[in-house]
């Protein structure tokens, strides 16, 4: 029974390079390129170092955690979607040295990797890969943030509805 704890100051990096780009969409602000270029190198480095597109944390990126992880995991559905939505956040930010490296073929192994988290027997995203028996709005929360900064789907349409359809009113 305790809330998130912040391990190290920038467990927020994915969602601070999310914020740069809307504030650039939204404002056309002129954005810090030295800090992107460090925030976006720190997360490629910790969340996926051998470029398998599979989100590897400590914690749960969504910032909802009231787990943790020392020694890492790759079983969370919220942790690999948002991984896919910070690496076409770095790719759209267009970071010298850094966004060129990230390829449409790499993007779409994190989006494939989020989308295997559907069991079609149960209907729904499962939190992890060995959890049948908890649902929320976590994991469909990537979703919303690819819908809203990029106006792309990342799952299907069922998978979503079906999702939402198991939550309770």
């Known amino acids: 029974n305790r809330g998130h704890i912040e391990r190290k100051s920038n467990d927020s990096t994915p969602l601070w390079l999310l914020w740069a780009l809307k504030n650039r969409q939204r404002f056309g602000s002129n954005l810090p390129m030295e800090k992107l270029k460090k925030a976006a190198e720190y997360s490629l480095h910790t969340y996926d170092p051998e470029r398998t597109g599979i989100c590897h944390a400590n914690f749960i990126i969504g910032q909802n955690d009231v787990m943790e992880f020392p020694q890492g995991t790759t079983e969370v559905a919220a942790n690999q979607g948002m991984w896919a939505v910070t690496l076409r956040v770095i790719k759209e930010l267009a970071i010298p040295g850094v966004s060129e490296r990230i390829t449409d073929d790499y993007i779409a192994k994190a989006e494939d990797a989020y989308r295997s988290y559907y069991d079609s027997n ?25 819908l809203w900064a990029f106006h792309r789907k990342i799952l299907t349409d069922d998978m979503v509805q079906n999702h939402l359809d198991h939550i309770p009113v």
Do not use: H, Q
């Open 122 to 146: 149960l209907k729904r995203l499962r939190p992890a890969r060995k959890v049948t028996d908890a649902i929320s709005f976590d994991e469909i929360w990537p979703e919303f943030l690819s």
